[in-house]
């Protein structure tokens, strides 16, 4: 280079790659003017450098930062943002600077600014309006125990709501009525958020009630004396062990009879047992425990039943022997200060469960189910005695051909006078679940066969049936889940009389257990098109329990989608409309309780266009074992809706959650999570896929994701372009949470994809791109 001359190099940058080949030689002279110039363009994939640095002779020259964005190809603003928003509140006008930073000599090929007008708030919301509306959760009733004394009628149960509000934990709930029906319930025990009721039992007489239950396996017990309007205080049976099965009788001089199951040691082994023991103070003061049971004979001795006759006192249980479950009997002549050795009662099977009725006139009946141990049939079964439990008959079957599967459990009672009866559940060769009672009038000698109490011919489950007998007649009671009477199919407790030693049964009639407990509204999305606003959420009671039940209370919790749309900016909205309702709700599980992290996953979406709108949710199949995404439609803005359907895969692996959906003319998109799990791998996979006739058919699933676990999608549709974004972890072998970007200007047919921001270290959170 000579004189004046000048010269110009252009040097291509690579990440990564240094070039020190290019020089520029001029002599020992005085350089006027030197100067360099960055410039960036796109690469073959069409993708502009982004956070640049470049180092000349030790000199750092840097293109980087929060709002750089790529050179050559700006699109952020100085906040990072694609776009902002520059406000002006006085009607005077003002001035406001936003902020965008361009290289010198830049070019702005493309650039939009929107001018929209707005009502001046005042800085205070607007009253909320309430989307959702009152639904009937119902609640569990379970566990009866019934009593019978003259025209009056005492029961207890156990029920998840406590007559105010519906809970997770059990109360003991009391009801008594007469000839003219069933009073109002009220509740013998606070909810306790800490541990569990179970087992309510309810025996006596109108002068005197005894109502007891288990306290997570302590024995707790209340009485009453002027029927049930007041009780004692609860008072605690003190025991050192814990208590798993229990029962209790009051004989004629009032005192109390408790038999026990516990795991407890006598020094040298543990295993366990049954006692027994009385008390003749109300409960003040108890006898020292009789162990009546015998390990020797049984190692493992369970769910004890008592009856009484004057000082004779009758235990039957369940003992496990070294072959099969075993029905045991023992008595006592001395009031249950001693008992004999105890008599095996089954010859065969596995016995289930057992119970206990007894006379004045010596006779005693042992009843209980078995089920064989080659054909796993089950039936019901007794034993009579006629002279105090000393010896017993051959054992009569009770059941029948049409007692196909039979309940373990069942209870007997009896009037006094030879009229013995047992009652059991089962499940007919119809499929269909009935009540069924039989009598003995000669004491056991001879049974008829099993009346069917329940009356109903449907496939509504009925068990766990109690009876309570006298001399004026029968009452029977049941866990139901019949909905006929407008109770939806939560289990609820009914009873049924005779007054013809059981021959024929009153209608069957609910005790008091079905309350009204609001259900939960909760997981809205919005969406709007044309003069309508469209509300889609998941409730988890029933909309409409007496015309048209959708199946969702407290049994069938699966909570179901509610939509609901409003044609005046919210201001009121239509009746709600269940949109899950199909031949397998209650099958499903479309509710959740969840920590916020997790509501996502199971929130429903919903998206319009015209007079079309979109419901996308996440179901699971109990039937199929996994999580699917299920899809409705309907055309006429919401009026009716078609039957939805499965848009995820059958795949037996894969659980899809946390659904997103938009729409455009008639073209709908979705979005949602599929966890795969292939042996000892899992991968966490966004899919996307597509509609172009507003949901009649679909294009096959397409993962946009790549590697890492990735987590919840938000999706949306602007200048002819798709977008999806969510949050991700360990993308590309790291250990920071990040924040990923895709976008298709083809309907979906292509996408790239691209990370648009990295936590700062593994310590840092970035959760949840909307």
Known sequence: MDGNDSDTAILYLEKDIVNDETKIEFPNAEVLSASYAVSGGADQDGNYPEDISITISGNTWKYSGEGYGALGYQESFSSGAASSAAIFSDSSGGETTVEMYLPVNATITDAEVTLEGLTKGNGDLDDYRLVSENTNEGSHSL???????????????????????????????????????????TSLTPQDSLYSYESPLIVGNSDFLLAGWLYSGTLQYTYSTNGGNTWSTIDDFDYDYYIYFYDFELDDNGNFHLVWSSYTSDGSESDYRVFHSYSDDNGASWSAETEVSDSSLASSNTSPKVSFTS??????????????????????????????????????????????????????????????????????????????????????????????????????????????????????????????????ANAGTTWNSGVEVDGYDDESQRVYSSISVDASGLIVSWIDLYDGDGASSDPDIFGSKSNDDGSTWSDPVEVGSEQYYEGDSSAIALSHSGSYIYAVYVDTGDADPNGDSNGNDAMNNDGDIFFKRSSDDGESWSDAIVISKGEDDGRSYETFDYPSYYYSYYSPDVASSGNYVYVIWSDYSYDDAQYQIKFASSSNSGSSWNDPIILSTSDSTTDSLAPAIVAEGNNVYTAWRDTVSSGTTITYDIVVKSSDNNGDTWSSQTSISGDGTNYIPEMDYTNDRLHVTWHAYAKNGGSSYSIEYAYSDDSGDSWDAKTAYVSGSSGDFSWFPD
Not at 155 to 174: A, H, M, P, Q
């Open 143 to 185: 566990s009866p125990s019934i009593l019978k004394d003259g025209s009056d009628q005492f029961i207890v149960w156990l029920d998840n709501g406590d007559l105010e509000d519906k809970d997770t934990y059990y109360s003991v709930l009391f009801n008594s009525g007469d000839n003219s029906g069933w009073d109002t319930p």
């Open 311 to 440: 000082d004779d006192v009758y235990v039957g249980w369940i003992g496990a022997t070294a072959s099969n479950a075993v029905a045991f009997f023992a008595s006592s002549s001395d009031g249950g200060d001693s008992f004999n050795t105890p008599n095996q009662i089954s010859n065969s099977g596995d016995a289930g469960s057992v119970d206990i009725s007894s006379d004045s006139s010596s006779n005693v009946i042992f009843s209980w189910t078995e089920r064989d141990s080659d054909s796993g049939s089950a039936s019901v079964k007794a034993r009579s005695s006629s002279n105090s439990g000393s010896t017993f008959n051959t054992e009569i079957t009770l059941t029948g051909a049409e007692d196909v599967t039979v309940d373990s459990n069942l209870h007997s009672g009896t009037d006094g006078s030879s009229n013995y009866f047992v009652t059991w559940t089962r499940q007919d060769s119809s499929d269909y679940y009935d009540v069924m009672v039989a009598r003995s």
